[in-house]
């Protein structure tokens, strides 16, 4: 209480002095903020290309204006319905299932006994993130091929995997889960071994089952780590893994209408053109629609939750 | 405020850098880079040595420099586009097989080189057949010089000598899709446990379109024809197409063709070679396919050689716009194919240690050495250097000659009646891109046969319809009666 | 009770071992794809049980044992610097963020969180690395361009400060004159050992796993790490298979790293990381003691 008087009283004050006296903090911040600086934000000079027709010759600067016109292949044919809602609809579920696999993961491992075991689960786990998107493609395949896959020859089915596109939303949400859930759940897992041990304690001491203590003290603990990543992810829904989409279908014209996601049409259509111009108002468009849902989602956190608002 | 001058430092060092390409070694002489993609595993001390022998020879004679810069083919375009936006590249090679000259010169990365090759030497002049320099050239501008090799190919099917041989086969005597079916069945029916059937490469059924059709009109991606027709048409109504899908999808149906062709990530080739597959179609040249695949059979002709549009020199070499010293970059790019000693350095390395010439006056392998430890690699890898014409012939060619033995192929191929003709899509970039992603769709899907032609023709034409394709092609036809007629 | 959470238990170790299962098989499929006969695996295709077996994807590996050395050794160079690099700037970054009473922590988590939603693009960034920078064909341009700080891990090592330690650890270290520096090693740091070593984790992964750096500013062979030499493969598999046709029928003589080659490569860059995971494990240790400060 008193701290806030005093911080309240500090504003007022002017915002220099209290700028100086964290002057420490304010240096410890230097290093990451010429990194972020030179990385991330000179470069987003060149996003100019978007409205640009690029020319080699003439470089970034140089280049005509094109006004919007880049844009507009994105949005010329009925693809573009396709896409966005494939793009859209892929990275929703991934958010969902993904989240509440993980958290269920990262609450077993806690749980559980047995520190061996937990090694090995926790190791294990991890192994399908360190796996690159081809050679998961190889995999899939090696399980799906309808001649030879594992899976023809283990059950006796004779279903054509790659010729049929009702499957694939569900082959893309197993596969997704299969290669992220090992990485989101250590995630979940370094959070819930911050909580503090003395609420378990008290929760004991009241008598919770192990199910109170998990809806009552871990999953509150969670709150923000879910929050945060769950915003993260939101800023990203307008992007898709192109690996997942394109790789691991091994671009099977037939899957087309559930394949389609923006990266994998701009990549399609771009393949031969290398149009630089194009490619960055993709990339443009992606991230606009991206920031704008995010400070709409963020807003809302901070109406519901504000300590745990991203800004 | 320090935060703020740092910020403006670095802001104006990024602006300068960005525009202005840096400066060049204090060299007296002019040192140019040199991009070339390679499928070899080279080591750089070797590159080393070859470019210390390399610049000792160009010194002398030509007063220049050569920065080797080697990449791997998977990695080439995407390399050396990146590079090419600052004034890292002087002269590279890059791929235009699939009509992608228009874009090079349309995003304007190549340097125009024909006033520079106007005024060449003879030498270099003669060593281009006309067809030659306008597979380099737009708009009756010159952007590069091309690969020497022959023009296109034919179309043949390889089959697994084993099988082959057992059944008493004689493949030289296929040469039609009727031909090749009896026998796909004769083949099943004995051995129904392997592929009868696959795609020449992952999911694309052939590469040799002198069967199908002639494609990539006017170095578009749209305009196809058939062969000998100057008729534009969609790929999907031409009549070789229809007819190609037409057995290929009556053999799939049959299980004659491999049930996952769509989704394939082998070389049928292999696959063959292997006896997992009995045949697959292939496109050929020169060389007889069936020495370079072991176990395998040739089977006749099933289309003469004939050249597409895009099909000649579909690999070129040419000088970067953003080069700081176009003319010197010229006498480089000349050298590699008028200057037999540089060109044999630059291919095959240093005479005694990366390759030998032996009794017969042909170069192979020093002993010991295979395709595997030789450090330099360009010997296992000729096929992405400029000429190979000029260059000692290799102990496993099976001619004596190249040059005599290219020019007589060459003479032989019928070429592309569009040939030379190029139609400006720069304007047209969002119908090539609806294009291109409406094509994917089908188009392997039904050279494997995976669907009939028949299904999905009406949906095929209302959608090209709707990216307003006929319009485009009426106005690709009136262009290509235009050059024709003059 | 005691049985109840004995079922509990047995149902959960079922319930992990399961999802180890799922992990780790179709992983074994690939190490036995590794170590089948190409002749097999084209005509059998793949399986757990090869009907051939062979060591030729290992012996080929081992012909060129000193490029993947040399690339493990690269690796471990660039993965242990840029970790290092990476962690401190990350912990420096979001431990003011993670202050309640800094002024401006607002806009200076705007200015965070901006960056992982617009960036440059490839080409802007490129030229300012290749033109101002001059990081091409450098080790600089393994440990630079995008991986030294990322606004995910900061963000993450942000809101475990914010939940995990409590304000009043570090009102009494303020009231015992440590200075901010010193907070931050002394009292903050050994508390968040579960979350920075799931950060060094993460972070190393993305070293380990990076190529991308290395396709678009390295040329040179000796700068080659491992995930390089995998992924220069795997582009040129898929270039042969989609355009080989740029090079006509000569392309046929190169001969190409078999499926199983490929499936070895991709191995022997995941097992160092199944090494050494479970002795940072050891650090996944339960507990916050708020010990010495009054609740």
Redesign the interface.
Known sequence: MEAVVK?KKMKKKG?WK??LR?W???A??L?????????????????V?AFKK?????????SDWAGLSNF??LF????AWLMIRNTLGYNIVFIVTGTVFAIA?AI???????TL????????????????M??V???V??????????IN?TFGTNI????NAKYWPFIFVIVNL?KSF??NS??Y???V??????LYEAAVVDGAS?WQRIWHVTLP?LR??II?LTL?AI??VFYSDFGLFYQV??????L?DVT?TIDV?VY?????????G???AA?FFQ?IC??IL?LTANLVVNKIDK??A?? | MKKKVFAGVLTAAMMAGMMAPAAVSADEMTTLSLWIPTLATYTDDAVAKVEGKINEYMGDKYGIQVDLEYVEIGNFEQAVNLAMTTDEVDVTCYFTGEGQLSTYVNNGQLLDITDYFENASEELKNTFTDVEIAASSMNGRMYGLVRKYQYGGHAVVVMNKDIVEEMKIDAASITTMDQLEEVLYQVHEKYPDIYTMVPQSTSEMTWAWAQVCDRGIGLTNYAYADWGTTELKSLFESEGFAEFCSYTNKWYNDGLIMSDALSNTMEGSSMVTAGSAFCCFHNGDVEPLDKIYPNTVESGLFAPARAESTGIGNLQYGISANSAHPEEAFTLLGAMYTDPEFATLLAYGIEGEHYVINDKGRAEYPEGMTAENEPYGGFAATATYADFLILPVKETALYDDAKATVEEWDANVEVSPAFGFFYDTSELTDFVTAYSNLESKYKDALMTGSVALDDVLPQIKSELESIGFYDVLADTQAALDEYLAN | MVEHDRLQQTLMHLFMTILVLCCVLPFLLMVMASFTEEQTLLRNGYSFFPEKFSLETYQYILRSAKTIFHGYFMTILVTVIGTVCNIAMTVLFAYPLSRKDLPYRNVLSFFLFFTMLFNGGLVPTYMMYANTFHIKNTIWALLIPNLMMNAFFVIMMRSFFTTSIPDSLIEAAKLDGASEMGILTKVILPLSKPMLVTLVLMVGLNYWNDWMNGMYYVTDNNLNTIQMILNNMIQNVEFLSRSASVLGADAAKIKMPTVGIRMGIAVIAVLPVMVIYPFLQKYFVKGIVVGGVKG
């Open positions: 911080q915002n209290n700028v964290h420490e903090l304010y410890m911040m290093p990451g903020f010429i990194y972020l600086f030179i990385n991330n934000y000179i470069p987003m000079a060149g996003l290309v690029y020319n080699y010759k003439d470089g970034i600067w140089g507009k292949f010329s044919t009925r693809d993961v077993i491992l806690n749980e559980i006994r047995g075991s937990k090694k090995v689960y926790q190791t294990f786990i991890l192994i399908p993130y360190l796996i690159s081809v050679v493609s190889y995999i395949f090696a399980f799906l091929s309808s001649d030879s896959g594992f020859k054509n995997w790659y010729m299969w090992g990485y250590i995630i897992y370094a959070t071994i911050g909580i503090d041990t003395s192990r603990g923000p780590t945060t993260l800023g990203r279908p091994q671009n099977s014209g037939l087309y389609t049409y399609k259509g771009l393949m031969l053109l290398n149009d630089v194009r490619s960055a990339g991230s991206g920031f995010v300590d745990n991203l800004f």
